[in-house]
């Protein structure tokens, strides 16, 4: 049975860093795009990066370039989120996306295949 599931959120002053996880188990998520996407309230979901199946090739939104990063590591089964430099606009849900085509900068939540179910994250100013 196909499984993402997040960890790693929580309350972070501004300026602060925190680092998100998504374990993946159940298909050959191997060879699929994973990513992240979040949706604050009353806000629609939107993408913040994603990661070819490789590995070797990663995309951003324009508003966490130079301070997100993401990785997988593909023995483990698990991907990251790196997130410096946090604002309180980054305060929302996080979830991990997976689809088994190649996507960029311009996948959109209606075309993600798999969803986690998401973990909080919360930045005070």
């Known amino acids: 049975q196909e499984q993402l599931v997040e960890s790693g959120g929580g309350l972070v002053q501004a300026g602060g860093s925190l680092r998100l996880s998504c374990a993946y188990s159940?298909?050959?998520?191997?060879?699929?795009?994973m990513g992240w996407f979040r949706q604050a309230p009353g806000k629609e979901r939107e993408f913040v990066a994603a990661?070819?199946?490789?590995?070797?090739?990663?995309y951003y939104a324009d508003f966490v370039k130079g301070r997100f990063t993401i990785s997988r590591d593909k023995p483990e089964n698990t991907v990251y989120l790196r997130m410096n430099s946090l604002k309180p606009e980054d305060t929302a849900v996080y979830y991990c996306?997976?689809?088994?085509?190649?996507?960029?900068?311009?996948?959109?939540?209606?075309?993600?295949?798999?969803w986690g179910q998401g973990t909080q994250v919360t930045v005070s100013s």
């Open positions: 159940g298909r050959t998520f191997s060879t699929y795009t």
């Open positions: 990661v070819i199946w490789s590995g070797e090739r990663t």
């Open positions: 996306a997976a689809d088994p085509l190649l996507r960029s900068s311009t996948w959109t939540a209606q075309t993600v295949r798999y």
